[in-house]
């Protein structure tokens, strides 16, 4: 249990020192623009408190899940911090910021099946939180329309993860039936 063991909270340390840093100046897109920093926080709060996880590497890696993403952080920055296997569950969680939205979505679609069984985990808190997010503080600019669409593609990647861990995917599912 990460709690014993001063390696596993130091390194949870960091990485949330890491991630904050990394995101201060970035609000979440929803009505009540949020610090960034909430968002890859409650990922681990959604791993640890409703998922049962208790791998500190996935838990870090939930703590930097955006940081390639929507950051100026690199892979190779990531790798000399906190190691190749969390740089690793980083990197296959991560868009491809260069490529068409669309196309984005589908590649989440067909990657979730085939990731490792972490990055799985972190994808799967990723959509729960997305979805309540969603619901409490949608995009000012969302039509009703957009956000059933986005909570329907958030299903179609979250069925490509069933089978990762049962507790997590009927948190999904009972906030998919809260769809607007």
């Known amino acids: 249990m990460p709690s014993s063991r001063p390696e596993a909270v130091g390194l949870l340390l960091r990485a949330t020192r890491f991630a904050a840093w990394k ?39 939930a703590l930097l ?12 920055e990531l790798q000399g911090e906190f190691g190749e296997e969390i740089a690793s569950i980083v990197l296959e969680v991560t868009d491809e910021p260069s490529l068409d939205w669309r196309v984005r979505k589908k590649l989440q679609i067909t990657r979730a099946k085939i990731a490792s069984p972490r990055a799985r985990l972190v994808k ?21 329309e957009r956000r059933r669409a986005y909570f329907d593609w958030a299903r179609e990647v979250v069925d490509q993860l069933r089978g990762t861990n049962p507790s997590l995917e009927e948190r999904f599912d009972h906030v998919f039936r809260q769809r607007p």
């Open 65 to 76: 899940h955006d940081t390639l993403e929507d950051t100026q952080t690199t892979v190779q």
């Open 23 to 61: 995101h201060r100046d970035q609000r979440r897109k929803g009505q009540r623009a949020e610090p960034y920093i909430n968002h890859p926080l409650e990922l681990a709060h959604v791993l640890w408190f409703e998922g049962g996880v208790r791998d500190e590497t996935t838990l870090a890696a």
């Open 124 to 144: 799967l808190a990723d959509k729960i939180c997305n979805l309540r997010s969603m619901i409490s503080s949608p995009p000012q600019r969302w039509s009703v």
